[in-house]
């Protein structure tokens, strides 16, 4: 079983600018995408359209006005991951959980999340 939904959310991607930032306001920025990646997660396993406890592949694709490189895509998506393995009860460093990366480019910042059954 397969399901695909939406976070309107701006990921953006490391840069200079954010390690100069205030430890509390980027915990704050961690703790709600991680919160919100679990909550929009768990919403489709009460939905029946997921279950927990089974191995996943989970694509996320990231639409934003510019692309980022390969260290900066798979860095920026950490807490998304995070909170996504925390509502499916896997460690997201398990084999259980397959994790793939893309991104597109649109005027529009979201993310779409797609996971699959295995």
């Known amino acids: 079983m397969k399901t695909s939904f939406n976070l309107n959310i701006k990921i953006s991607g490391l ?4 390690r100069y930032q205030h ?3 980027l915990a704050g920025i961690a703790k709600k995408q991680r919160t919100l ?4 997660t768990s919403n489709q396993i009460v939905a029946g359209k997921i279950k927990s406890g089974s191995k996943y592949s989970v694509e996320l694709t990231r639409f934003g006005k510019k692309k980022l490189d390969d260290d900066n895509i ?9 909170g996504i393995a ?5 460690n997201d460093g398990s084999d259980k959980i397959k ?11 979201c993310l779409n999340i797609s996971i699959e059954e295995l």
Not at 37 to 40: D, G, P
């Open 23 to 25: 430890w509390g306001k």
């Open 86 to 90: 925390d509502a499916l009860g896997v």
């Open 15 to 18: 840069n200079k600018s954010a």
């Open 37 to 40: 990646a679990a909550i929009a």
């Open 99 to 109: 994790f793939i990366y893309s991104q597109k480019q649109s005027n529009i910042y």
């Open 74 to 82: 798979v860095g920026s998506l950490k807490h998304i991951r995070d």
